[in-house]
């Protein structure tokens, strides 16, 4: 079964550092784009970047770009998104997707990751 | 940046049609694709490059695309259609994706 397993919830302090893992199952991993999407409590998607495992192309939108940072790790099939320092607005939860091509739907979620950021 | 608007809401009575349009800039260029979010779920595709349906998903759920309006339509309307709905492109221009607001579904 093609699917995308991420890490579980995370509650952290204003200026902590995070890395959220989305792990891939039943596909080749480097044939695929693997995308990041924000939804903050209430609203709508947002989104934040993506990457081709393959070659690691990375692309960031410009709301998120310097914010984090997009990786991936073929050996292990899994991506990553990585915040250095956490603000109380990333407080949000976190989905990774996959894309067969840029211009493609994004066919497979992952469960969704929620992050707290509270002091 | 290239900008999506779909309206906040819809509502429609079980059995009949609902339709949520997605307006753009020329977006009959692109590349269409809307998402189905129920509370508390993960948003799911429904329709892919306009008009296609991943495997799954009912014939009730259809696409079109044209001019500036992309339009999501759904048949004879369920109560388990009630959810938020996204549109989303790729945009060329910018290099990157972009959302719809998206658009809450009632069912009455």
């Known amino acids: 079964e093609v699917q995308l397993v991420q890490s579980g919830a995370e509650v952290k302090k204003p200026g902590e550092s995070l890395k959220i893992s989305c792990q891939a199952f039943?596909?080749?991993?480097?044939?695929?784009?693997i995308g990041w999407v924000r939804q903050m409590p209430g609203k709508g998607l947002e989104w934040m970047g993506i990457?081709?495992?393959?070659?690691?192309?990375?692309r960031y939108s410009p709301s998120f770009q310097g914010q984090v940072t997009i990786s991936a790790d073929k050996s292990i099939s899994t991506a990553y998104l990585q915040w250095t320092s956490l603000k109380a607005s990333d407080t949000a939860k976190y989905y990774c997707?996959?894309?067969?091509?840029?211009?493609?739907?994004?066919?497979?979620w992952g469960q969704g990751t929620t992050v707290t950021v509270s002091s | 940046s290239y900008v999506l608007t779909q309206p906040p809401s819809v509502s429609v009575a079980p059995g009949q049609t609902a339709r949520i349009t997605c307006g753009g800039n020329?977006?009959?260029?692109?590349?269409v694709h809307w998402y189905q979010q129920k509370p508390g779920q993960a948003p799911v595709l429904v329709v892919y490059?306009?008009?296609d349906r991943p495997s799954g998903i009912p014939e009730r759920f259809s696409g079109s695309n044209s001019g500036n309006t992309a339009t999501l339509t759904i048949s004879r309307v369920e109560a388990g259609d009630e959810a938020d709905y996204y549109c989303?492109?790729?945009?060329?221009?910018?290099?990157?994706?972009?959302f719809g607001g998206g658009t809450k579904l009632t069912v009455l």
């Open positions: 997707v996959r894309q067969r091509g840029i211009l493609y739907g994004m066919d497979v």
């Open positions: 039943g596909y080749s991993f480097t044939n695929y784009w």
């Open positions: 990457i081709y495992p393959g070659d690691s192309d990375t």
């Open positions: 020329n977006i009959g260029s692109k590349s």
């Open positions: 490059d306009d008009s």
């Open positions: 989303q492109v790729w945009d060329s221009n910018s290099d990157h994706v972009v």
